[in-house]
């Protein structure tokens, strides 16, 4: 059974603030860049930043010798974690509600329970996990409110919210099978993840939309910063929590998204609070709480004690 820490905890938090947040970035970076290129550039220059600092610490990857369903696997994963849900979200946001996208991402902690069942040692269903990750959900839908499932009239809607949620099961596809390769170097797994999506983007967005645009300054700030937190040190945190607490853990990430969305939101876009943010808020961290029981009495359990062995000293 994994043994989820403090540190776990904390990084997911981390990570969920991150990726709340790129929405806003995204909107800024948008107004320069077309959005498969904009993929492009985020993949790209973040497969430079961790490649550096790979190559800094030694880079060496594999412990020891993979096999030929290792490299599968590691290829699959690059395809899957970034490059192909980055370009669905991408072209199915066109045709869908903002509500519906960030449900779609919230699924993503629904679609990994019943494959971390069947693939993962130690992450069996139980009906306290399976409970909290669905008062979880049931808080995001909450929280974006009916808007999220209500038809926005465009011609190619339905195509668009398949796209949304075929995105949800790349995240998810990728968050089991990165659990599944052997002892591996974080970094260099973030890495060399984003290169293999970076030689799959960079072609599509040739195809699709052509030469890149000229950036203004505004526009490559942006890209930058998309590049650098939520693409490349997130990619790295990310790696780092599936390795050491699993895919379940982990997709409790995507819960936290929309909530820091909407609060970041307010603060920076002036954009209203929902009436309903303390009911959705309340049900999302009792689902994340239910959904780790075990895993917080440990944790609780393990520092009672430490403070009861330093009250004797």
Not at 62 to 72: D, E, I, K, V, Y
Not at 117 to 136: D, E, N, Y
Not at 279 to 299: D, E, P
Request: net charge positive.
């Amino acid at each position: 059974m994994t043994d989820i820490t403090g540190r776990h905890w904390l990084m997911i938090a981390v990570l969920g603030l991150t990726w709340g947040g790129t929405f806003l970035v995204i909107e800024i970076a948008l107004r320069g860049i077309t959005p498969f290129w904009l993929a492009a550039a985020r993949i790209s220059l973040g497969a430079l930043v961790t490649s550096a600092i790979w190559q800094f610490r030694g880079g060496k990857l594999f412990a020891q010798r993979p096999t030929g369903s290792h490299l599968t696997i590691l290829i699959v994963v690059g395809i899957l974690s970034s490059a192909l849900p980055f370009m669905l979200l991408s072209w199915g946001q066109q045709f869908v509600t903002s509500g519906f996208a960030g449900v779609s991402m919230a699924s993503v902690a629904l679609i990994v329970l019943p494959l971390a069942h069947f693939l993962i040692p130690g992450a069996q269903l139980t009906w306290r996990r399976s409970l909290g990750f669905v008062i979880g959900f049931i808080g995001v839908s909450v929280l974006i409110g009916g808007q999220a499932f209500s038809s926005n009239g465009a011609e190619m809607e339905l195509a668009g919210r398949m796209a949304c949620m075929a995105a949800a099961c790349c995240y998810a596809c990728s968050a089991i099978l990165i659990r599944r390769l052997p002892t591996i170097d974080p970094i260099g797994l973030a890495a060399v993840l984003l290169l293999i999506g970076s030689v799959v983007v960079i072609p599509v967005a040739l195809m699709v939309e052509g030469l890149p645009p000229a950036l203004d300054g505004e526009t490559m700030i942006a890209t930058l910063v998309l590049a650098l937190i939520p693409t490349a040190g997130a990619n790295i945190l990310r790696v780092a929590v599936l390795r050491s607490a699993g895919p379940v853990f982990m997709s409790l990430v995507s819960y936290q998204v929309p909530v820091w969305s909407v609060l970041l939101g307010t603060v920076f876009l002036a954009e209203p609070l929902p009436s309903a943010m303390i009911w959705a808020l309340g049900l999302i961290l009792c689902g994340m709480g239910l959904s780790q029981y075990g895993a917080l009495t440990r944790l609780f359990g393990r520092r009672s004690s430490a403070a009861q062995r330093s009250s004797q000293t």
